[in-house]
């Protein structure tokens, strides 16, 4: 009975919130890491190592586990989001001219559920064009040896020429770096709210929580946009290099 009370109580829902928000950071810093090889030059060895790391990341039994609670705590994050956005639109003030939330709030913390919402659907299709691809889709019919000896599906090529199409690379650049900027509004709140919901609130070092939080919510999107910018306008094509 206190168990079911628990989970359909704001309090809970808000505290998993915070936690499967801060855990969803490490997933990005991780997930980074292993994009910014895409900013190598187009080569054999760049295509080798990227889609090593992308066959490691989607067979390695340790990953994999962490890779589904990601998946798991992407989608809890996501629904718990739209019910307490739903719950604090209910109890909203009405009727009061004086209200002015801008006054003592961002705009970022006034529509999390919008830029949630923004992010959830870039996931959905960032998912859907590359990660159902690596698993399911028609890459299993370019398969290649590396020269390590690994078979591995050629994800590094299709990565790149999706940005670099000529009809569509543009918009799909455009989709990216307009989703970051969602990412990191979400973050400018996100970070720093999260660990004062966990309890980690102290004068002595809230300041510091928050510049850390405006320096990931800035630095770590900011990274994210400039890789399919620089596929781009920047590196060589990859179907002419290969």
């Known amino acids: 009975m206190a168990k079911s009370a628990l989970l359909k109580s704001s309090l809970a829902k808000k505290y998993w919130m915070a936690f499967t928000g801060l855990f969803l950071c490490t997933f990005l810093v991780g997930h980074l890491l292993g994009n910014l090889q895409l900013l ?6 760049a295509r080798d ?3 090593e790391y992308a066959l490691f990341m989607t067979t390695n039994p340790l990953v994999m586990i962490l890779s589904y609670v ?12 739209v019910i ?7 109890a909203r003030p009405q009727g009061y001219v004086s209200f002015k939330p ?3 709030s ?4 006034r529509n999390m559920g919008l830029l949630g919402t923004v992010i959830f659907v870039f996931i959905v299709l960032h998912m859907n ?3 159902a691809e690596m698993k399911f889709g028609g890459l299993d019919n370019t398969v ?3 020269g390590g000896g690994e078979s591995v599906k050629d994800l590094y090529t299709l990565t790149l020429s999706t940005f670099q199409d000529s009809t569509y690379g543009l918009l799909f650049v455009i989709i990216y770096v307009l989703s970051m900027a969602a990412i990191a509004f979400h973050l400018l709140h996100g970070f720093s709210s999260g660990f004062q919901t966990l309890g980690v609130n102290h004068p002595r070092y809230n300041g510091f929580i928050r510049k850390l939080g405006y320096g990931f919510a800035i630095l770590v999107p900011l990274a994210f946009a400039i890789i399919p910018i620089y596929i781009h306008f920047v590196l060589e094509n990859v179907l002419e290099k290969i």
């Open 106 to 109: 961002t705009w970022a913390s």
């Open 40 to 45: 190598l030059p187009v080569s054999e060895a």
């Open 84 to 90: 307490l956005t739903y719950n604090n639109r209910k």
């Open 70 to 81: 990601t998946y798991i705590s992407i989608l809890f994050h996501a629904i718990d989001g």
């Open 144 to 146: 290649y040896t590396t």
């Open 49 to 51: 190592q990227f889609n």
């Open 129 to 131: 064009a590359f990660w």
């Open 102 to 104: 801008s006054t003592n």
